[in-house]
């Protein structure tokens, strides 16, 4: 049973930081990628991170340099450090695993992703 639970969601002020976790299991194959997706009223869901089994990082040019992906060790919980965070940053953020190798080298599509997290908000205020 796969499931991928966020966590540390909240309310910031703008300029302030935030960091978002995702706590995976039940996989019986390994993911080959897992990213952060969010998704404004309103708006389509747009992908803004993703990381490889291999550790390779890509980022969407509205978050590149202030937000980090990352994932522990044995690749248990995936994180999404967020600097400098902007009221355009409000979204309900999602979690993905992607199960399909096309996911190396594929912009930060949701074409790829096989689960999703059920989502956790992110409110930015000015």
């Known amino acids: 049973q796969v499931q991928l639970v966020e966590s540390g969601g909240g309310s910031v002020q703008a300029g302030g930081s935030l960091r978002l976790s995702c706590a995976a299991s039940g996989f019986t194959r390994t993911p080959y990628c897992m990213g952060w997706f969010r998704q404004a009223p309103g708006k389509e869901r747009e992908g803004i991170a993703r990381?490889?089994?291999?550790?390779?990082?890509r980022y969407a040019d509205s978050v590149t340099g202030r937000f980090t992906i990352s994932q522990d060790g044995a690749k248990n919980t995936l994180y999404l450090q967020m600097n400098s965070l902007k009221p355009e940053d409000t979204a309900m953020y999602y979690c993905?695993?992607?199960?399909?190798?096309?996911?190396?080298?594929?912009?930060?599509?949701?074409?790829?992703?096989?689960?999703w997290g059920q989502g956790i908000q992110v409110t930015v205020s000015s």
């Open positions: 993905a695993a992607e199960l399909d190798s096309r996911c190396y080298v594929s912009s930060l599509t949701p074409r790829f992703v096989s689960y």
């Open positions: 990381i490889t089994g291999g550790g390779v990082t």
